[in-house]
């Protein structure tokens, strides 16, 4: 803080203090899920009864901010700082660069809603917003959660399903770590290739499909 002159007026943060419990903290995460699950589906809801959809940056800050919010100092907004990604050769941009990638990403969606299918759209999502990395947490998260919306968006409807394509990927997020580092080594030789996350999320739309078979014919299904 910058020292002021006595009786100068200066602002001062005030800042929340962050939760250190495991346990409150496990708690706050399970809540912020729920909370950003029913964001979700009132976006994916407006979205279609209020048409035409535009793909905006503020929906994808306001996704993060119900996903950290308690958890971490700077909910739903860009990053202040440099990001490493571990156990991963991708490097995010500094964090000048980030506004403007996102506001790119945004027009990339925007500009292919008419023309690309919805299952290429959802996965350039995923994988852009995990390679730009635009927040100081809840980076994968968001990416699974805007990408479904959009997904369904596209499709006019909410999927049914118990459990949806982001739940299913959180299951297991190996197959979805593999599907971005081959996007990602793709980008590195200035080529757009997101296929194998177009497949990875074919698989999980089939997965959260099938189930509702499973509860109309009362039985697990062989496959």
Not at 26 to 32: P, Q, S
Not at 85 to 95: A, E, L, T, W
Not at 133 to 151: C, E, K, M, Q
Not at 180 to 209: C, F, H, P, W
Request: aromatic share 6%.
């Amino acid at each position: 803080m910058i020292p002021t002159k006595e009786g100068e007026r200066a602002s001062q943060p005030v800042r929340a203090e962050l939760p250190t419990d495991p346990e409150q903290i496990a708690l706050i995460e399970a809540r912020n899920g729920l909370r950003q699950f029913d964001a979700m589906r009132a976006l994916i809801r407006e979205s279609i009864t209020c048409p035409p959809f535009k793909l905006r940056p503020s929906q994808i800050l306001s996704l993060n901010r119900v996903a950290i919010e308690g958890l971490n100092p700077f909910p739903g907004v860009y990053r202040p700082g440099e990001m490493k990604i571990s156990y991963s050769r991708h490097i995010p941009p500094p964090p000048e660069l980030v506004p403007r990638m996102t506001e790119d990403m945004c027009d990339y969606i925007n500009e292919n809603l008419i023309g690309k299918p919805p299952i290429h759209l959802a996965a350039y999502l995923l994988w852009r917003i995990n390679w730009i990395h635009p927040f100081d947490d809840g980076n994968g998260r968001t990416a699974r959660t805007i990408s479904y919306a959009v997904l369904c968006i596209q499709l006019g409807y909410e999927l049914p399903g118990t459990l949806t394509i982001p739940e299913h990927i959180a299951n297991d997020k190996k197959p979805y770590y593999r599907a971005l580092e081959t996007a990602d080594e793709a980008y590195m030789k200035k080529i757009i290739d997101v296929g194998d996350l177009e497949n990875l999320l074919s698989e999980m739309l089939a997965r959260q499909l099938v189930q509702i078979q499973e509860k109309a014919v009362g039985r697990k299904l062989q496959g």
